[in-house]
């Protein structure tokens, strides 16, 4: 395939030279193997908190009620010091991703994920060690920061790394390390759940292998052109363009397109947190906050944390609750692959109208099961028991395959390189923070709302379906200096982004 330039004659997109080589794809597994310490918390957190050992040490009066409860099965582990436990990850991790985003440029893409690896490989140990409250809290703030930093990175290290025409499956290689981190995190809860005293430290200190896996793999590969050029290190970064794209490959094109991308970026003097808030930027900053807010609209995230204790009140016993748990890491394997596979082939729209779909199907039906057999005192029977797991489980595939992946490949692609890192920063912390406040408050409002919190998430997928139809240009295919093309394009975001080749604002 000839190299070309960012724009061919004709205003169409062009292709670059490259395509799957070796190093490319070995360097874009082990950046995106950084998900694995995302899917294994949060699987590890569920898990832990519903261990009988866990509970005696740190939350004795809890386990008195759980054992005791009798007259409202939704209310019966609505206790906010063991939501703390959880949720104070994700205020750490908000806090970790916006200061990442400000000291990027410094450190690099590479830079920022050996840190937030190492952060998260500290919080483990300390974790596994805790012999109080403050000791637990202490880890999870330090693995909390440890996720900002490296959510804040990989995604776009990978959107900057890989060939335009694999793009989004490779950016789809990090919701299937969370994937994947999950479903481990639930077979091992489910294996040191029989240790009696002490299985609960298993659980948290493994965390120390995957953020050991991701230092180690940030050692050893190259940083992205885009950030090696930011720091003026022109030469590395056409060495690192040339090795990712194989050594018979004629890169003049693309990295001249990295640096014209790079020079635009310098013309600006101020910072990219106060560049985005301009009138040209708005798309991005829209995008930026709308996704992670429908995001956690979908109502995965808390049923990811709390799916143990969600399979304990609607019957399942401890085992089979943990069972049910690692069925649904399987399905959300399942749907990132669907996913990688259908993304760069059929378009991202398509799997946010599928994906919606699927989902509000599976949130009402789950209303009108939980609705009808769950009362006061009551427990739901083993048939309905089965048959609302099976509908999590489609639930799980069917976010995996659309705003699971999506989540991390749109975001990641779409914005400019001077405003990349902010864009990113603001989408990841944004995440974080309402993860913080989902993992605090969802207990307490399912003891409130009880069968009407999946009507609440219900109506919500209807709204940003709509939205990512409407608003989200396609980007299938599309070179990452070509975005602000395809953004004057589009029916509605042309009307504020400049054509920067062409210099005239679309209309």
Known sequence: MPGGSLLNGGGGMAEYGGGLTFPVVVTCLMAASGGLI??????????????????????PGLLKTTAHASKDVYCMYNDQAL??????????????????????????RQGIMLIGGSMFLVGALV?????NIAMLIIGRMLLGLGLGFSGQATPVYLAEMSPPRWRGGFISGFPLFISVGYLIANLINYGTSRIPGWGWRLSLGLAALPAAVMVAGAMFIPDTPSSLVLRGKHDLARAAL???RGKGVDVDAEFSDILAAV?????????????????????????SIAFPVFLNLTGVAVTAFFS???????????DAALMGAIMLGLMNICGILGSGFAMDR???RLLFMIGGALMFTCQVAMASIVGAQLGNGAKMAKGYAVTVLVLTCAFSASFSWSWGALYWAIPGEIYPVEVRSAGQGVAVALNLGLNFVQAQCFLAMLCCFKYGTFLFY???????????VAFVPETRGVPLESMGHVFARHWYWGRFVKDQKFGVTST
Do not use: C
């Open 458 to 468: 219900a109506s919500w997928l209807v709204v940003m379906t709509a939205f990512a």
């Open 127 to 131: 974790n596994a060690a805790a012999a």
């Open 308 to 318: 143990p204790i969600l399979f304990r009140t609607v019957g399942f016993g401890s």
């Open 242 to 244: 040339q090795r990712v």
């Open 263 to 287: 020079e635009h970026d310098r013309k600006n003097d101020e910072g990219a947190f106060w560049r985005i808030l301009r009138r040209e930027y708005r798309p991005y900053l829209i995008l």
């Open 83 to 108: 939501t703390a436990f959880t949720s104070s990850l994700y205020a750490f991790g908000m806090v970790g991703t916006l200061v990442a985003s400000r000291v990027t440029r410094r450190f690099g």
């Open 346 to 348: 059929y378009g991202r």
């Open 38 to 59: 995302f899917g294994y918390d949060i699987g590890i957190s569920g898990g832990v908190s519903e261990m009988e050992s866990f509970l005696k040490k740190f939350f």
